[in-house]
Nanobody, 119 residues
């Protein structure tokens, strides 16, 4: 059973920084994509950033230049460094993992971690 365990959310003032971590356990194919999505109250879940096992990244326009996503394949973990945080970054952040198995695609979600940006 694959599990994603997140950590690092919290309350921060505008302009501050936070680092989110997500570690995967279980049977995972080495070729995969991991990343973060977020959902604010009353809004749909949206992509924040994703990274392939080869290190290619994709960011939402709203976070480019402020957030950096990295991964450690040996630890099966991804890290989202969030700088220059804005109130509009407030949301529940979800870690996501997707990979293709022999016969189908698999995708998994973490339980979510709250990020609140407020003075």
């Amino acid at each position: 059973q694959v599990q994603l365990v997140e950590s690092g959310g919290g309350l921060v003032q505008p302009g501050g920084s936070l680092r989110l971590s997500c570690a995967a356990s279980g049977s995972i194919f080495s070729l995969n994509v991991m990343g973060w999505y977020r959902q604010a109250p009353g809004k749909q879940r949206e992509l924040v950033a994703v990274i392939t096992s080869g290190g290619s990244t994709n960011y939402a326009d709203s976070v480019k230049g402020r957030f950096t996503l990295s991964r450690d394949n040996a630890k099966r973990a991804v890290y989202l460094q969030m700088n220059s945080l804005k109130p509009e970054d407030t949301a529940v952040y979800y870690c996501h993992l997707v990979f293709q198995g022999p016969q189908k695609w698999y995708d998994y979600w973490g339980q979510g971690t709250q990020v609140t940006v407020s003075s």
